[in-house]
């Protein structure tokens, strides 16, 4: 199981490629906020950090086995501005298991570019991939992140209650899901998000 998209990875409104060093501007400017990263698992990022990381787990063009992980940056395609970043995790082949995850610049929220770009990284999930469920992870507080997933047709799964040590504080987890065949049905049911 592998996956090389050809780029750009183009929706209706948006491409996907991969990232480069010339994205570290546009990077740092949501990557780098404390607002952006309140939930996410690390701290705002500062320019070095970011160019270590677009060497390295950032910067990937494919996924060539488990374990790895290929983020994809979200272009506006009238605009070529980079507006966010989402990552395809690949956990398991022996599970067809993968996980997504997913950034954007706050001054392109609420146009749904999230969803749309989401939607193009199942695609490529499910039919590149071959993965049979993908999950999501959040913070139970992340209320946006939820309203995201379930309008991609993810279901709630569980609730962790007080389970990971986070920022300094116990914060509860939710874990949502969606396998091959119900996210063909979402799409066929809203073939955009
Ligand atoms: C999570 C995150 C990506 C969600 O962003 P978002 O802007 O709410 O999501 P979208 O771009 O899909 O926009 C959807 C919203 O735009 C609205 N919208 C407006 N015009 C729209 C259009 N033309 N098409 C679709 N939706 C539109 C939708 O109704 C929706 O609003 P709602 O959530 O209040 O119902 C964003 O909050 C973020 O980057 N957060 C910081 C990082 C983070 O926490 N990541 C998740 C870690 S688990």
Known sequence: ??????????????????LTANDTTALLAYRGE?????????????????????????????????????TLGVELADTATLIGDVVLFFHSVRHAGGEIGYVFNPTAAHRGYAAEACAAV????????????????????????????TRLGMRHEAHHRS???????????????????EWRAHRRRHPQP
């Open 163 to 181: 389970s990971e040590m986070f920022k300094g504080s116990w914060a509860d987890l939710d874990i949502y899901a969606i396998l091959d065949e």
């Open 34 to 70: 404390a607002e952006v990263c309140r939930y996410l698992p690390f701290e705002p990022m500062d320019e070095s950090t970011i160019a270590a990381r677009l060497a390295s787990d950032l910067g990937r063009r494919e996924i060539t086995g488990e374990g790895q992980s290929l």
């Open 122 to 149: 199942l695609d490529l999930a499910f039919d590149d991939l071959g993965l049979r469920r993908v999950t999501a992870r959040m913070d139970s507080r992340n209320a946006a992140s939820a309203r995201l997933v």
């Open 1 to 18: 199981m592998d996956l090389r998209p050809n780029y750009p990875v183009s929706t209706p409104r948006l491409q996907l490629r991969p």
